[in-house]
């Protein structure tokens, strides 16, 4: 069997944590200051808040933007289900703009032509960890005076023109789940900035306390253990290097399915790192070709099959006559492939083999 995904993780990061436990300091402490400071370092940025999950972080950086009830977000309806959520989080209302069939990222005139009175924010994802049209969408929002949060819990260490997501926006937020780019088992990072916007994400994910025991305002247990930082300092040493096997394992699979009838290999847009942390192709017959990857024992991926405004929830909420045809299509077309960095070369050309076999090739 090849998995679609797998945590590279060994000795080195098994070491670190070893080396928490028996200290005896298992909670926020020395090393998720130094997690914070060299991952800051890594994405560019002035300030990076450890948090307890990827949806913690989006929570406490929307939270920390401003973002409150009756206030309107603009955001992707093709992504987790964690992105709009936040929003409701903070009794705000997620607006969902339509995407770019080809990166699978929100538009940037899609972004503006939703934008009312009510607007406070655009949440972008980079989705796959193919970085959004930064530059575009930086400018629709310096025009109109909203605040940008980047959602890129899919794309550690991918870049725009040189410049690595999550220091474009007024936050940006990361996940560390087990089958991110890299992994602290679970836990977030909130990156910034912005001074006063990094100071309320340290507030807000410690019970509202600057000081233990003296509460301001009210907040949450978002904290991250000195366990899972450690685990994320190995990782941040080979995020780099990890990221390289990813796409060299996503050219392979490019070089051998391109032009193969019926499967359409991923749009990397000029300029752009693209991580990989998918590797999405567009399928003339899922079904088909699914039936076939199951027979043969290759994991795949379906990210994501029902787009946010057709899930049951944001039905309720009235989004069930909104229609986003690109984001629609992309959720009866999508299927990913396994790309991750423990992959030998064998296994990603038998991937190719057998999905040009099922395509008839």
Partial sequence: MIPVARPAVGEEEAEAVRKVIESGMLAQGEQVLEFER????????????????GTAALHLALLACGIRRG??????????????????????KPVFADIDGRTFNVRPEEIER?????????LVVHLYGHPCDMAEISEVCREHGLMLIEDACQAHGAAYRGRRVGSFGDAACFSFYPTKNMTTGEGGMVTTSRE???????????????????????GYNYRMTDIAAAMGLVQLRKLDEMNERRRENAKVLTDELEGVEGVETPFVKPGV??????YTVRCRSRERLTEVLEREGIGYGIHYPTPVHRQELYRRLGYSRLSLPEAERASREVLSLPVHPTLRREEVERVAEVVKRAAGR
């Fill in 38 to 53: 060299r991952f800051a370092r890594y994405v560019g940025s002035r300030h990076a808040v450890a948090t307890s999950s």
């Fill in 71 to 92: 206030d309107e977000v603009i955001t992707t309806p093709f992504t987790f289900i964690a992105t709009a959520n936040a929003v409701l989080y903070c009794g705000a």
């Fill in 114 to 122: 939703r934008i009312t009175p009510r607007t406070r924010a655009v």
């Fill in 196 to 218: 006063d916007v990094a100071e309320r994400v340290r507030l807000l994910r410690e019970h509202g306390a600057k000081r233990r025991y003296e509460h301001e305002v009210l």
């Fill in 273 to 278: 790192t693209h991580v990989f942390h998918q």
